[in-house]
């Protein structure tokens, strides 16, 4: 069974940084795409970042000069850094395999104005 826990997430004012982490047991980390999704209240989850098993990524255009998405696989641990972070980024961020069959149980970022 592959679980997947998140951490890092808190309260930060406008412009500051946060780094999450989402470390995965199992042997699927390494070889799998990994993603970071959000959801802000009233709102659809949608995807943030998606990183490859060589270290290539994608961001959803909201987040793109700000987040770093990059991942471990020695440690089967995976990271978004998040930078001139905005009120608007307030969700719970989650991370998921690419094919969403795994996720984590999410971690609250709450960006004050």
């Known amino acids: 069974q592959v679980q997947l826990v998140e951490s890092g997430g808190g309260l930060v004012q406008a412009g500051g940084s946060l780094r999450l982490s989402c470390a995965a047991s199992?042997?699927?980390?390494?070889?799998?795409?990994m993603t970071w999704y959000r959801q802000a209240p009233g709102k659809e989850r949608g995807l943030v970042a998606v990183?490859?098993?060589?270290?290539?990524?994608h961001y959803a255009d909201s987040v793109k000069g700000r987040f770093t998405i990059s991942r471990d696989n020695a440690k089967n641990t995976m990271y978004l850094q998040m930078n001139s972070l905005k009120p608007e980024d307030t969700a719970m961020y989650y991370c998921?395999?690419?094919?969403?069959?795994?996720w984590g149980q999410g971690t609250l970022v709450t960006v004050s104005s």
């Open positions: 998921a395999t690419l094919d969403r069959k795994f």
């Open positions: 990183i490859r098993s060589g270290g290539s990524t």
């Open positions: 199992g042997s699927i980390f390494s070889t799998n795409v």
